[in-house]
């Protein structure tokens, strides 16, 4: 692909964020920090759009909880569509975590995520979403 070098003016406390931001995150330059900005807001409006999009819900949970596994499957089985894999981890004897491979539309991926999280007994969940290559309207 190829690059175009254009001029951008900031104010001073807004440069010192950037710069601040390249070294957080280790970018080589603020170029690529200002393209990944770009690029996270552009799958965040895709995903406010209800573009079709790519990402992982991650679970927290003690499987030690009475019937959570179970409830997990039957919310995912409900999502067979969306889900293209699930990888289950035990962290320790009583801590399991679960990241679960999604690709659809946003609102039927946030859905899902929504109701994962949302089972009692989940100590952590996260849905975390990127662009696909499925260009939809």
Not at 89 to 111: K, P, W
């Amino acid at each position: 692909m190829a690059v175009t070098r254009f001029g951008v003016s900031l104010e001073s406390e807004l440069l010192e964020a950037l710069d601040n931001y390249v070294v957080e995150n280790n970018f080589p330059n603020r170029s690529r920090a200002i393209r990944q900005l770009i690029e996270r807001n552009l799958v965040e409006r895709k995903w406010q759009c209800n573009h079709t999009v790519a990402g992982a819900v991650t679970l927290l949970y003690d499987h030690h909880r009475r019937e959570l596994g179970n409830r997990i499957v039957d919310i995912q089985h409900d999502y067979f569509k969306e889900i293209l894999a699930v990888q289950h981890f035990h962290l320790s004897h009583e801590t399991c975590m679960e990241i679960i491979a999604v690709r659809g539309q946003a609102c039927r991926l946030t859905e899902l995520a929504d109701k994962l999280i949302g089972l009692k007994g989940i100590k952590h969940g996260k849905l975390a979403m990127t662009q696909s290559d499925e260009i939809t309207g």
